[in-house]
């Protein structure tokens, strides 16, 4: 079976899987269920080591070297997940475009995005969105407003959506504002 027809199949039989992206690092994977894929896009429902709920990751199909499914480490983290009693917001993302399904939940759901190129991530809320590119009003680590980036899709390998990182940023941001401050 090909790596496409693999993550078809976890999809479909609602089994978690890691995806691998980088060969140089293979201790870098992304772990969870495939929510939506196609030729060319992929979106896991992402979860933590700790089998908790990881927001969503976006990925090109073409970055995806290996998958595995049915293992130790999988069947782990599937327990963990059900026994926590964790589970992602549901939203029907259409398979012939995924990407723009999943930023428009993200931007209805008010959630940050974090747009990751081979060197530099941003992050921040959905100002506007195209074919070619996405505007964000960007936010730092610490959950304060640092400005509007608008970046060419074609430069962006991973969309990430309401992960661990993302949820902690906004709630700094939400604090700030809040406070008084500006985010």
Avoid at 16 to 32: P, W
Avoid at 93 to 120: H, Q
Wanted: net charge negative.
């Amino acid at each position: 079976m090909d790596i496409i027809n693999s993550i078809k199949f976890c999809r479909d039989k609602r089994k978690v899987a890691n995806v691998y992206l980088d060969k140089e690092d293979t201790c870098h994977h992304l772990t969870g269920y495939i929510t939506a894929c196609n030729d060319d896009e992929v979106l896991i429902a992402h979860i933590n080591t700790r089998g908790e709920y990881d927001g969503f990751v976006y990925e090109y199909a073409s970055n995806v070297y290996r998958v595995d499914y049915d293992g130790e480490y999988e069947n782990k983290i599937g327990t963990l997940y059900k026994l926590k009693h964790q589970s992602h917001p549901q939203f029907e993302p259409d398979e012939e475009n995924i990407l723009f399904s999943l930023l428009k939940f993200a931007e209805n759901s008010k959630l940050l995005v974090s747009l990751e190129d081979e060197e530099n991530s941003v992050t921040g809320f959905l100002k506007s969105f195209s074919d070619t590119q996405i505007e964000l009003e960007t936010v730092n680590e610490y959950g304060k407003y640092s400005g509007v980036t608008v970046i060419d899709l074609e430069m962006v390998e991973t969309i990430s959506v309401d992960t661990d990182y993302e949820q902690d940023v906004k709630l700094l941001a939400d604090n700030n504002t809040e406070n008084g401050s500006v985010c």
